[in-house]
């Protein structure tokens, strides 16, 4: 049974960092593609960014050159760094996994959710 489990989530100021880890079991990770998704109040759940099997990744315009997506394969571990952190950056951040090595439409599995609010 695939289990994806977020943390790293919180309360941080305009301009700060937070980085977001998910951990995998259940799967062979290494051979799937990860992504990170998020949702904010009243609205749908967006792409934010995505990894491949190989390490090729990808980037909501939006958070283009803040965020950087990154995977350890020996610890099963996605990580999302998030710099320069906007109010309009708070949501709910997502963990999803897909079956494939590219991500193929949305996550066959996904995580509970981590917090991330911005605010002064």
């Known amino acids: 049974q695939v289990q994806l489990v977020e943390s790293g989530g919180g309360l941080v100021q305009p301009g700060g960092s937070l980085r977001l880890s998910c951990v995998a079991s259940?799967?062979?990770?290494?051979?799937?593609?990860m992504g990170w998704y998020r949702q904010a109040p009243g609205k749908q759940r967006e792409l934010v960014a995505t990894?491949?099997?190989?390490?090729?990744?990808a980037y909501a315009d939006s958070v283009k050159g803040r965020f950087t997506i990154t995977r350890d394969n020996a610890k099963q571990t996605l990580y999302l760094q998030m710099n320069s952190l906007k109010p309009e950056d708070t949501a709910v951040y997502y963990c999803?996994?897909?079956?494939?090595?590219?991500?193929?439409?949305?996550?066959?599995?996904w995580g509970q959710g981590t917090q991330v609010t911005v605010s002064s």
């Open positions: 999803g996994q897909y079956r494939s090595v590219v991500p193929v439409k949305s996550p066959d599995y």
């Open positions: 259940g799967s062979i990770f290494s051979l799937t593609a």
């Open positions: 990894i491949t099997s190989g390490g090729n990744t």
